[in-house]
């Protein structure tokens, strides 16, 4: 199984509203990621867990809070979003450590604030 | 800081080769991945060096210069299906993490 899995793919939200996205990988890697990707950009990368612990956050506002449950789950929780926070959120996950780091990406959620 | 420039926009034949270019500027810098993305999808890992040289993998090569700081995507026999968007992206150190930068990406287009 080499898939990441993403829910929802879309979510509206309101800039009072808390919302969640997950991820999930059953591949036994060790390293997940959130990314930030605007139309005709790189994606951009958000936090990274390494071990279930928060090993880099790029400075992201703390209007983003991620957790990693355990192994296999990434959430990312959304509180107090503004308009220019829609974009289409990607997870991913890698197996720590290898030698080429190649990051299996869910298909995202497109996220809408209004 | 880091930076990753990437030729915006690419136009080829079907069946023609097309190289896709990219310079980048960073520190701790371990490799170079190249990620190709439909629209509308998700971002899936097509090759990576860590040394210079080339590595094959079917229709598509990938160079890696260290000394200069340079790379590229070579796709050979192009498709039409080949007609997505390609991101470099520079594996490098951080804090004593690891972590991965996408360049600014180039959208290929195959035309019959």
């Known amino acids: 199984d080499t898939e990441v899995t993403q829910t929802p793919k879309h979510l509206v939200m309101g800039m009072t509203n808390k919302k969640s996205l997950k991820c999930e990988q059953h591949?036994?890697?060790?390293?997940m990621y959130w990314y930030k990707q605007k139309a005709k950009k790189p994606p951009e990368l958000m936090f990274v867990?390494?071990?279930?612990?928060?090993?880099i956050n790029e400075s992201v506002p703390s209007r983003f809070s991620p957790e990693c449950p355990n192994s296999s789950l990434l959430n990312l929780h959304l509180h107090a979003l503004q308009p220019e926070d829609s974009a289409l959120y990607l997870c991913a996950s890698s197996q720590a450590g290898s030698v080429t780091d190649t990051q299996y990406f869910g298909p995202g959620t497109r996220l809408t604030v209004l | 800081g880091q930076s990753l420039e990437q030729p915006s926009e690419v136009t080829a034949v079907e069946g023609a080769i097309v190289q896709i270019n990219c310079t980048y500027q960073t520190s701790g810098f371990y490799g170079l991945s190249w990620y190709q993305q439909h629209d509308g999808g998700a971002p899936t890992f097509l090759s990576y060096n860590a040394l210079d040289g080339l590595e094959e993998t079917g229709r598509f090569s990938s160079f890696l210069s260290r000394s200069d700081s340079y790379g590229y995507l070579l796709l050979q026999e192009l498709q039409m299906k080949d007609s997505a968007s390609y991101f470099c992206a520079v594996r490098s150190s951080s804090g004593g993490y690891q972590k991965v930068t996408f360049g600014t990406g180039t959208k290929l287009q195959v035309i019959p």
């Open positions: 867990y390494s071990y279930e612990k928060l090993s």
């Open positions: 591949m036994g890697h060790r390293a």
